[in-house]
């Protein structure tokens, strides 16, 4: 154990007593850090110190009976010689919470969070204002002028490869050429090759000051340090260093070589090669270096939010189809054609064709996480591969998260990560065994996609179609008006802003799960994961239990509520809008008592 002690004076104090002298009263504050070298765990003990003496001040005017004056530095704390008095100390001690060592595994989280928040809607706004209507990016936009040109340059090459055989389309056009570039530019935002750019990444308080006031400690040379030589590794094929999980997988592919594109390689070392085949057989080098940050499960509670829903409504009534209804509520909704959303609009109703459909979302959901929407629009579905484990995994990591921080907020207690470490692992390998077939490209299509439908809502023309509450200090400009639509078809359903935090939070969590190296990981690591995803992990319970009212803090142990988090969030909200089985009526969780009951009533009997 290693042992650091810090004493500073908070305030000090001299005034007049009853019987005339001169009393002193200086107030400390002293704080010692107790390290342990094995974990790099850091224990702190802060004592809170008065002390009172009486104090001789020779050829020194007495100050008057009640006056106080305030003394800065340090006091001396010794007895006057012949004072023939004694200070009195009084002496309190308070424990606070122990700070946690920052993990190699940390630059990761942190990047994780950086490019979600890169691919949220109000970054893509600010992008379409630039990119489409010129201008200059507002300051609080979290990317730099050199990004807005990047994603520019690619918006110009996709520009001369996408078309529509459409009339009157080229600015629906644009603008989905637009959104493709801005999320192919931003979810492969991972500092991993460029030391030099990771390490002035580090130096930005965007990136250090969020662990920090998470209660863990970051040395930020040797945390750079550690992410480049102990966490990262060394691949053959390329110089640039890969995650932990990615090695694990190209080394299970050591034959194949690396390649930079499918059909076309600029590789030097290829071109004196006669078997030009080998030119269109290999492993992508940029999926491989720079993975795609991106969830379907951010898709997949937005479509359970009804965003889909709503454009559908309003892509029916702009073509002149009627609702399901007796009485149409769209029916005053009139476009006029001398604003750009009615173009815009007709452009999205000619490229529906081109569109995912809601089945074919249905289909990759159940094999990306065993989710499944219910609904007039989705038959039943026959998958050939599904992730029927993952629910109950998922809200079981969520559920122990819950337990480790009541012991982390408790400081006569060690708090203990081991069992959040053997959740992430089993939660890990759920989502590896559905990263095959459609996840390299169906997430970000799917995104792409909704992105393009929020622009739409968004636009001010739609402020005079439907009735929105202006007083609503909605996060996003589309949400009033997706909540709008809910309210004239009669759908029901909780606010769209809490399955825009189940998407946004469910992305986060998952992401860092599935690219961790969480077989090989160590308790501290997952307590490092635990602290620094706290506030998105409880946010996201929160809106479960909001839209499901599904409460997964409650007791997991009981069968009640294990039937309750392995339930699907389709069956919930059928029940809790009022027209699935059994009404709106939910059955209450298993009190954490109800075992106990239970034996008592069999041994009274």
Request: hydrophobic share 40%; glycine share 4%; with cysteine.
């Amino acid at each position: 154990m290693t042992e650091q002690r810090r004493r500073r004076t908070v305030k000090a104090v001299r005034s007049e007593n009853e019987e005339g002298d001169v009393v002193e009263a200086v107030d400390e504050v002293t704080q010692t850090d107790i390290t342990d070298p094995f974990t790099g765990e850091t224990a702190r003990v802060v004592e809170e110190t008065r002390t009172t003496r009486v104090v001789d001040l020779p050829g020194e005017q007495a100050p008057d009976l009640g006056r106080m004056q305030r003394i800065f530095g340090e006091p001396d704390l010794v007895n006057q010689e012949g004072s023939g008095r004694r200070p009195s100390v009084t002496v309190s001690t308070r424990l606070s919470r122990s700070s946690a060592a920052a993990t190699p595994d940390l630059p990761l989280w942190l990047t994780v969070e950086y490019s979600t928040e890169w691919l949220s809607f109000n970054n893509y706004f600010d992008f379409m204002d630039f990119i489409l209507c010129g201008g200059t990016l507002p300051p609080r936009t979290l990317t730099s002028p050199e990004d807005a040109l990047l994603v520019n340059r690619i918006r110009l090459a996709l520009r001369e490869r996408r078309f529509l055989p459409f009339t009157d389309t080229d600015a629906y056009r644009l603008l989905k050429v637009a959104t493709e570039a801005f999320v192919s530019a931003g979810c492969g935002i991972v500092p991993f090759a460029d030391e030099d750019t990771f390490t002035a990444l580090l130096n930005d308080p965007r990136f250090v000051q969020p662990a920090e006031e998470r209660d863990i400690t970051v040395n930020q040379l040797q945390l750079s340090q550690r992410w480049f030589d102990t966490y990262l590794e060394q691949v053959n094929g390329t110089s640039s260093r890969v995650l932990p999980y990615l090695a694990v997988i190209r080394r299970k592919l050591s034959d194949i070589r690396l390649k930079s594109a499918i059909f076309r390689d600029d590789d030097i070392t290829l071109r004196d090669q006669e078997d030009e085949a080998e030119r269109c057989y290999g492993i992508l080098r940029e999926k491989l270096i720079a993975p795609c940050l991106m969830e379907l499960i951010w898709s997949y509670w937005h479509e359970q939010g009804l965003l889909v829903q709503t454009m559908n409504a309003v892509s029916r009534r702009f073509q002149n189809i009627r609702g399901p209804a007796e009485r149409d509520p769209l029916a005053m909704m009139e476009l006029d054609p001398l604003r750009p959303l009615n173009n815009l609009l007709w452009g999205y109703v000619q490229d529906e064709q081109h569109r995912l459909s809601v089945i074919r979302r249905a289909y990759e959901y159940d094999h990306h996480y065993g989710l499944t929407l219910e609904g007039k629009a989705v038959p039943p579905l026959r998958t050939a591969d599904s992730r029927s484990k993952f629910l109950e995994a998922f809200h079981s990591l969520l559920y122990l998260c819950t337990q480790f921080y009541r012991q982390d907020d408790d400081t006569t207690v060690v708090s203990d990560a081991f069992p959040i470490l053997i959740a992430l692992r089993d939660l890990h390998l759920q989502l590896t065994e559905g990263q095959h077939n459609q996840w390299g490209d169906l997430p970000s299509t799917a995104r792409v996609e909704m992105l393009m439908q929020q622009w739409l809502l968004a636009r001010p023309e739609f402020r005079e179609a439907l009735p929105t509450r202006i007083m609503v200090d909605y996060p996003e400009p589309w949400m009033d008006r997706v909540d709008a639509m809910k309210r004239l078809q009669g759908w029901p359903g909780a606010n769209i802003m809490h399955f825009r935090d189940l998407g946004h939070f469910g992305e986060q969590i998952l992401l860092t799960v599935r690219f961790g190296r969480w077989n090989d990981a160590t308790r501290d690591q997952a307590k490092v994961w635990a602290r620094y995803w706290r506030s998105q992990i409880q946010s996201y319970i929160h809106a479960y239990r909001i839209v499901t009212g599904v409460d997964l803090t409650a007791d997991a142990t009981s069968p009640q509520q294990r039937n309750l988090i392995a339930t699907q969030p389709s069956t919930l909200l059928l029940r809790a809008n009022g027209s699935g089985p059994g009404g709106a009526s939910l059955p209450a969780p298993a009190p954490t008592t109800s075992r106990f009951r239970a034996r008592r009533d069999a041994r009274a009997s």
